[in-house]
């Protein structure tokens, strides 16, 4: 009897340290696509915890699409635009590269959990601000057609 509980003792930590070990893992992977060189990578958590974020970010970013479209509200906290602001990393010419890459922030991590990473098929992969220094960082980045003020 005391060896059953001993082996069903010694099961249970072991099942536990194997969670453990996995989340850890999981973790040190997926913390490798905060890309260097990004503002992100420089700070210690995004707008909200960084689990939270990696469960909840299109919620937030759906939640602010209604505040923008419908009502007019933008440049909170969940904005696209200041996602792609802070994961944005640039190259040895300071020109943007493509948040949705395979390598780059989002494209990583949507690659990681085979997520589909449709946003940018409208909105700008680079940071868009108006002027001649937009359409510059659009074409320096290959990202083809007119940007566009995706700011939601």
Known sequence: MVNAVVRAGLLTLGLVWAVLAADTALADEVKRYVVEGSPAAERESCVEPTETMRRMHMEFI????????????????????????????YDANRNPQPIDQPDQFCGACHNYAAVDLNCFDCHASVPNRPGADAEAAHRAAGVTGAPHGGGH
Not at 63 to 73: A, D, L, N, P, Y
Not at 78 to 89: A, K, N
């Open 62 to 89: 759906k939640h602010q699409r209604i505040s923008t479209v419908h009502e007019g509200i933008r440049g909170t906290k969940y904005s696209l635009t200041g996602c792609v602001d802070c994961h944005i990393s």
